[in-house]
């Protein structure tokens, strides 16, 4: 064995190794069973990070415990290789996408394998493959045949000036990323899924997942936003149409004095009145520009244009005004709000700054509310007054009432509304999939049949980024023949959302070579669900209730057998670390400062707090570095070791020296008693002296701990901290050479508790002490309950509240005897002198308390 642990060395023989004997490989098994490990795939921007290298690490610790523990394990890795950044790369680089997008992958396919995650390689997948998405393309067929894909106009995010649709993320207060132009809102036709059709049972199910956090369950119920109501018509004056408006509060409808349209409202421009027409339209082009996040703020300043036009109450007659108001959304409720200033605040806010008049309908308990002195809305529980027959009614009661009255008038009704809205999918740039339909002037729109899929995006592009998807100006891929008649034809140009891509992975790295379908069905029921996924919780509604949609659409057309693709899920924490900036330098690498000063003009550096760690604020790590100085095991130990996975992790360099420090000082453990150690026989428990017994009660203690800490509970800081304490109580005890078989019990078990943090060193140690089968064919140590036990106790004795001695008495001692020691103690009597012992409780195996006087 070498007398120095020299990482580099050992974990790319280990690497080598496992590669070539592809030791995780892994098929489905019947009677053995199965666990299906995942991480959210990563997109090849071409680096990894810190924040990969902590949730592979977490996954890997569970996949490899799993194992140990005899289960068949599915642990896949590939690639979310669509999207905007690679277009992004492409302008600014003079690159294709495709070749970008490949490059990245190669090198970080690289990285990953140095940290030696034990993935199944022969499952890596791309989404930006044409074998992945011609699947993709025909799940979108079978969902327009069902009714769960549409094309409907729709608005979008438009640059005038690059004359492209902009993703939301791409508008930046307002403006254009890529050139500050005002970006306006412009309707396309656009495709969409109708995830709205699930919307009872992706709700249903949220009660239904306890291994989830309750936090993301939350987080899409809110999305989802199930509200029960009432639909009511508000017939416009001096024409036959209604305003219809969904209300959650129809017992304030006798205050309703106004109402309010979102300006992108299919009416706005009908009930606009000529002499209204220049001042709506101004308004109406102000708010295209204002992003759709800020419009919904409580902060917004609520602005608003009247439109000439009125609408009647249906229950008081009251002519409302009709007003397009900048925080009603189109795509929430009907884009129609009857406006109740007096209860709700949105509303009041409205009306005290355009002088509309305020009627008070609910009154508060013990109290009297007047329009004129109220200086907020009352938005809580009262008694209905100025109601009609209503009055008098509380306002729960009230609501079931005038929605029973407004059936009766036949301009209401009873109804459920979502706030989810369906999912619009079409994507006006390049890479992406290509969605599979063609435009015929004879046949109409016309799927692409299954046989011609997939549908191949081109590469043969010329990429600027301007002037719209390159896909539409590429005649060689518009121009083809109706699949129907035969007659010339157009492809559309549109491409799937990204998020198309990864709500369906999981589902192919089941069978990702299956070439007759996007799964194979015996597979997908093998494997599926997931039995543990794990990613960031930034993720926690848009994929993930994606991905639920999908898993479910799957079902619904025989594809997969599963109502929900995760049974549990972890979301980690971020990895932050300090900034660092110089006033003349801006922001600093931690290699660019020394101490607290700018290493290039030597001016004092700025320290900040921690943050995400982000390339625009330079706080990074590079793990190619840290491997190349410390290796991997050493990286996989500081990321689990610092903080619970849950929990945000603060990057420290002296975490990572400690990581490295423990790392070698196990190899010097081990290979200090190598000699010792390999020619012990079994244990005799029957034959260990007290010191023996000692050592293995805390052997078998770690292996309950580390055990209860990984299995389910992912607490690998406390897990790893146990094993520390092991590694000092082998290090102090005193009897190694008169129990030699006891200490090689102990370091295998640091070597096998470890194996699951630090593969490679584990491994290594493993074969060092004589083992030529690998740390999986042993299995995971199992807890030895008799070794628990303990043949005496140590008590400590109170006495009026305060700790006055410790007494040793054997564990199965009685109340009586345990009694007798404490009060026997020397230590004890000395504190009872001259009092007299009016109460002994013992608490047995714990403590003695007396009190005297």
Sequence with gaps: MQERYNPAEIEARWQEKWAREKSFRVHEAEGKPKYYLLEMFPYPSGRIH???????????????????????????????????????????HGTHPAVWTTENIANMRAQLKKMGLSYDWDREVATCAPDYYRWEQLIFLRMLEKGLAYKKSAAVNWCPSCETVLANEQVEEGCCWRCDSTVEQKELDQWFFRITAYAEELLDWTNRLPGWPESVLTMQRNWIGRSQGCEIDFAVEGDSRAIRVFTTRPDTLYGATFMSLAPEHPLAEMLTTADRRTEVEAFVRRIQGIDRLQRTSDDLEKEGVFTGSYCLNPVTGRRMPVYLANFVLMDYGTGAVMAVPTHDQRDFEFARKYGLPLQVVIQPPGEVLDPATMTGAWEEAGTMVNSGPFDGLDNDSGKLRITEHLEQLGCGRRTVNYRLRDWLVSRQR???????????????????????????????????????????????????????????????????????????????????????????????????????????????????????????????????????????????????????????????????????????????????????????????????????????????????????????????????????????????????????????????????????????????????????????????????????????????????????????????????????????????????????????????PVCDEAALAVSTVLIVVQVNGKVRGKVTVPADADESTVREAALGDPNVARFLEGQTVRKVVVVPGRLVSVVAG
């Design 50 to 92: 810190m924040g990969h290298v902590r949730n592979y690490s977490i996954g890997d610790v569970v996949a490899r415990f799993k194992r140990l523990q005899g289960f068949n394990v599915l642990h896949p890795m590939g690639w979310d290789a669509f999207g905007m950044p690679a277009e992004n790369a492409a302008i600014q």
């Design 430 to 780: 390049y890479w992406g999939t290509p969605i599979p339909v063609v435009y015929c002037a004879e046949c109409g729109t016309v799927p692409v049949p299954e046989e011609q899929l997939p549908v191949v995006l081109p590469t043969d592009v010329v990429f600027t980024g301007e002037g719209g998807s390159p896909l539409a100006k590429l005649e060689s891929f518009v121009n083809t023949s109706c699949p129907r008649c035969g007659s010339p034809a157009r492809r559309e140009t549109d491409t799937f959302d990204t998020f198309v891509e990864s709500s369906w992975y999981f589902l192919r790295y089941a069978s990702p070579q299956h070439d007759s379908g996007p799964v194979e069905r015996s597979a997908v029921d093998y494997w599926l669900p997931v039995d543990q996924y794990i990613g960031g919780v930034e993720h926690a509604v848009m994929h993930l209730l994606y991905a639920r949609f999908w898993t479910k659409v799957m079902r619904d057309i025989g594809l997969a057998g599963v109502d929900e693709p995760f049974t549990n899920l972890l979301t980690q924490g971020m990895v932050c670390m300090e900034t660092r900036s110089c006033p003349e330098h801006g922001w600093l690498y931690p290699e660019e400062s020394q101490g607290d000063r700018c290493s290039k003009c030597g001016a004092p550096a700025v320290v900040g707090r921690n943050e995400k760690m982000s390339k625009s604020k330079k706080n990074v790590i590079d793990p190619d570095g840290l491997i190349a100085r410390y290796g991997a095991d050493t990286a996989r130990l500081f990321t689990l070791f610092a903080a619970p996975p849950e929990k945000g992790l603060e990057w420290n360099d002296q975490g990572v020296e400690g990581a490295s420090r423990f790392l070698h000082r196990v190899w010097r453990l081990v290979g200090d008693h190598l000699e010792l150690v390999r020619g012990a026989g079994g244990i005799d428990p029957a034959g260990l002296d007290e010191s023996g017994r000692d050592l293995r009660r805390q052997v078998h203690r770690t292996i309950r701990k580390v055990t209860d800490d990984i299995d389910g509970r992912f607490q690998f800081n406390t897990a790893i901290a146990a094993v520390m304490e092991l590694v000092n109580g082998i290090s102090a005890w005193p009897d190694k050479t008169r129990h030699p078989a006891v200490l090689r019990e102990a370091l295998e078990t640091v070597v096998r508790l470890l194996g699951p943090f630090v593969p490679h060193v584990a491994e290594e140690l493993w074969r060092e002490l004589g083992h030529e089968q690998g740390l999986e064919a042993c299995g995971w």
